[in-house]
């Protein structure tokens, strides 16, 4: 189950003992979770309308680095096309996997310094996350262009002669080239009429070049033939081709232009494979920023709230619990049991159907529980519980 509960309890005597009960009744017991110890250093508490201002802030922040941690592991995927099943090896928090990453957490000092006010702390992350998502923009656009500009040329090396390119179907001796009368057009013929075009294009226009048509190559539906005629007529012969459902294609055969789009395509292909390996890269590092980032956040939401809840001085343990699946309304019973105690109003969330927002608290009631609570779904590809 990728659907880990992060919550805080006040300290009884102390924290351990808070600690203790909570295992004992939930993990010992019943086997209803595994917990962990979630360690959140001695931040700046500030004033209490700081915090309650922060409270609201926090759930902003927490819902847009969410969304960014996502459209990063949507977009690895997207990027990796048929060793997609490979992604989740990619989804690293910090060379972890994220399970272990979240059970074992433990405070970047380097890049959060918990010396600096909780809204300094709560900026940086902003700013950098932001920073993220515009780059992820930049690159995104960049490398789709690429890849459909290489997609667009591929489709058109295939498909009906009707449409397709006919630069690799041709050769040098279909063409009269370099002639001051004569010119050469390639014809698409339905397959159901190739014998009266045999048949009859020398009698289509004057000025033709008797047995001059060769079929130069053919699909499920149409023929491609080449017939060399007079310059004057070739616009009285294409309407009169038109009139018998033989359609002339646009194309002058010009060997460095035919070699330039060949070139063109080489060198999209090479492109897509330089920039698929920095991009790959960048994507699994940038991942794995937002992820940590995003612990952060919900390491400051559940500091924030514990202290708008329990008050000062600080004194509360927070606890990450992985829930068995089988069994989540029954460690929901057993928590509201527990800590029901600390908030006669808050009944366990079940028994609200409004969802009124609880000022200061960035949370409505059907998420409110006497206990501070936070869902963390590791999940990078499940949208619809995020």
Known sequence: MSEYWLISAPGDKTCQQTWENLNNVTSKQNNLSENYKFHIPDLKVGTLDQLVGLSDDLGKLDTFVDSVTHKVAVYLGEVLEDQRDKLAENLMANNNELGNYITQFQWDMAKYPIKQSLRNIADIINKQIGQIEADLKTKSSAYNNLKSNLQNMEKK???????????????????????????????????????EWVQNYEKLTAMI????????????????????????????????????????????????????????????????KKQFGPLVRWLKVNFSECFCAWIHVKALRVFVESVLRYGLPVNFQA????????????????????????????????????????PGLGFGQADYFPYVYYKINIDMLDTKNN
């Not at 310059?231 to 009169?240: A, G, I, L, N």
């Open 157 to 195: 090396q295939t498909g009906s002669l009707l449409t397709r390119n006919l630069a690799d179907l041709v050769k040098k001796e279909h063409f009269i080239l370099d002639s001051e009368y004569l010119t050469t057009l390639l014809v698409v013929v339905p397959r159901n009429q190739v014998t």
């Open 319 to 358: 606890m990450l619990l992985h829930p068995n699946k089988k069994n989540t309304k029954r460690l929901r019973d057993v928590l509201q049991q527990l800590y029901g105690h600390l908030d006669s109003s808050a009944q366990g969330g079940s028994q609200h159907h409004d969802s009124v927002e609880i």
């Open 209 to 272: 070049v008797p047995r001059s048509s060769q079929l130069v190559s053919q699909d499920q539906d149409f023929a491609l033939y080449t017939v060399t005629l007079f310059k004057k007529v070739q616009d009285e012969f294409r309407h009169h081709a038109r009139e018998k459902k033989f359609i002339v294609r646009e194309f002058v055969y010009n060997e460095e232009e035919l070699a330039a789009g060949k070139n063109e395509i080489t060198k999209l292909v090479t492109d897509k």
